[in-house]
């Protein structure tokens, strides 16, 4: 079955500092892409980032950067210069292509930037 | 702007008296897709579907139906709440179904059954 584990139920971080959000995986598709959300106090689903399968080359938004290593199925959040409005939680997903594209979800890493 | 939209935002109901959550896309997007979200169990899938008149259940289907009669609109049917219905639910749509699609999200529709 495929599975998205997150090992870090809460972080916390202070403010223009640099933070890391853990994320393991495990899938059988060949090619496929994982997603970071971030879900704020307002409860709204946010795409962050998104990284596909096939590039070696990790993504990049801004402040948000993601450490995709294939071999070892992590993928993880690196967020740089940490501001106040970075705090929420945060998840990693992966789509199952032979379920209609379900997004399985980790269990969320709350992440408190602190001034 | 591209978006998803839903309404309502908050529904506080009663059990037994059947209600509709609209879901909107306006990016012409083929999938879209239900969740429900709860404290302890995450994410999960209510109903999806691929294209117009075609939906397929998702992993929690019980007490709910969809419909898609247009390509925009899916929505989430409760003919029947009951209070274990009481959740944070999430339309989201995509281009396409699969492993190299991004999903996005509505704003959610907090709702509470009494």
């Known amino acids: 079955a495929q599975t998205v584990t997150q090992s870090q139920p809460e972080m916390s971080v202070q403010e223009a500092e640099t933070v890391t959000l853990s994320c393991t995986y495990d899938t059988s598709e060949s090619n496929y892409y994982l997603f970071w959300y971030k879900q704020p106090p307002s409860r709204q689903m946010i795409l962050v980032i998104r990284q596909e399968a096939y590039k070696q080359q990790n993504a990049t938004e801004n402040r948000f950067s993601v450490n995709f290593q294939k071999a070892a199925k992590s993928f993880s959040l690196k967020i740089s210069d940490s501001q106040l409005g970075d705090t929420a939680m945060y998840f990693c997903?992966?789509?199952?292509?032979?379920?209609?594209?379900?997004?399985?979800f980790g269990q969320g890493t709350e992440l408190s930037v602190k001034p | 702007e591209a978006q998803v939209t839903q309404n309502p935002r908050y529904l506080i109901t009663v059990t037994g008296k059947k209600l509709t959550v609209t879901c909107s896309q306006n990016m012409n997007h083929e999938y879209m897709s239900w969740y429900r979200q709860d404290p302890g169990l995450g994410l999960r899938q209510i109903y999806y579907?691929?294209?117009?008149?075609?939906?397929d259940k998702g992993d929690v289907p019980e007490g709910y139906k969809v419909s898609r009669k247009e390509k925009r609109n899916f929505p989430l049917i409760l003919e029947s709440p009951s209070p274990n219905q009481t959740s944070l639910y999430f339309c989201?749509?995509?281009?396409?179904?699969?492993?190299?699609?991004?999903?996005?999200f509505g704003p959610g529709t907090r709702l509470t059954v009494l």
């Open positions: 997903a992966s789509p199952i292509y032979n379920q209609g594209g379900k997004l399985i």
């Open positions: 579907s691929m294209n117009v008149e075609v939906t």
């Open positions: 989201a749509s995509s281009p396409f179904a699969g492993s190299t699609d991004t999903q996005y």
